[in-house]
């Protein structure tokens, strides 16, 4: 049986007892946009009793297009996301680009979110894991899963014991994505806690040409397989209208068709769990 560690996200634990659920729009389109969603949410995860982290991201700094929506100021986004957190209850995370963007989070979200393109990136590594706050990392599309040792390694040196890291599929040819299931085992196998990103390993990469495309409707496919084969949890974007969002629609799961999904992968991880699966 492996052994773990713990990792704290705010009040929540990720122990393997029950699984951890990640789940918001990919960014803050507006204040007016983004609390209904979040309260939303929040009623659909205490009805569920689920425990998880609300996601909005600030800004969306690797838009394929220059002339695509990003957000908002990084301060003004992260005090947003902890009036939230702080009404509802809930940790918040968002993502962060740059050392000075880190400390501007971490006085504001429970866990620091480091994008899959900045995955390598030393200095930000650094920075997020010398903050004092949980640290999720999305491992690069194009990193093999025992590369997550490297930072692993980076996060302790800056003294951050607090991290996990996040699957979120592998560059297969161009403008498209695979999400290879050994992947969860194998980073498990080495220690580490695993989150599995269904929305975003179903993305085409710039398949818009101007935009990033994708298959929404196989999200909670792949979700329910990484549940199945031992992740710890689930990172999935939602939006109460795909077809409108400001960023990354065609694979987001609608908003009004989440909750049977996430009835279902807490089932799951609970068979896998009884079952005594590593």
């Known amino acids: 049986m492996l052994s773990l560690p713990v990792v704290k996200v ?6 393997g007892t029950e699984p951890l659920f990640i789940l918001g729009p990919c960014v803050i389109e507006s204040e007016e946009f983004i609390w209904p ?14 425990r998880w982290v609300f996601k909005a991201s600030y800004d969306k ?4 297009s220059g002339a695509s929506f990003r957000g908002m100021d990084a301060r003004a986004g992260c005090q947003l996301l902890a009036r939230i957190g702080g009404k509802l209850g809930v940790p918040v995370t968002t993502d962060v680009h740059s050392p000075g963007e880190a400390a501007i989070a971490a006085e504001h979200v429970d866990l620091l ?23 999720n ?14 930072i692993a390694d ?48 179903v993305q085409r990469p710039g398949g818009l040409g101007n935009a990033t495309g994708g298959d929404g409707k196989l999200a909670p496919v792949l979700a329910r397989a990484a549940v199945a084969a031992g992740c710890d949890g689930v990172f999935m974007e939602t939006h109460p209208d795909p077809e409108k969002a400001l960023s990354d629609g065609p694979n987001q799961v609608p908003l009004d068709e ?15 769990k009884q079952g005594g699966a590593p």
């Open 10 to 15: 705010g009040s929540v634990l990720v122990d």
């Open 113 to 135: 979110q480091i994008p899959a393109f900045l995955s390598r990136q030393t200095d930000l590594i650094t920075a997020a894991g010398g903050t004092g706050r949980a640290v």
């Open 154 to 201: 980076k996060l302790a040196a800056a003294g951050c014991e607090n991290f996990l890291f996040t699957e979120r599929g592998t560059t297969f040819g161009y403008q498209n994505l695979v999400a290879d299931m050994r992947s969860p085992y194998w980073i498990r196998e080495l220690g580490f806690r695993v989150i599995f990103d269904a929305t975003h390993s």
């Open 37 to 50: 969603v979040a309260e939303r949410l929040s009623a659909l995860a205490s009805s569920l009793r689920l």
């Open 258 to 272: 989440l909750a049977p999904v996430l009835r279902t992968l807490t089932l799951i991880h609970e068979i896998v």
């Open 137 to 150: 990392v999305k491992k690069g599309q194009f990193m093999a899963p025992w590369d997550v040792r490297n």
């Open 61 to 64: 700094a690797n838009r394929s």
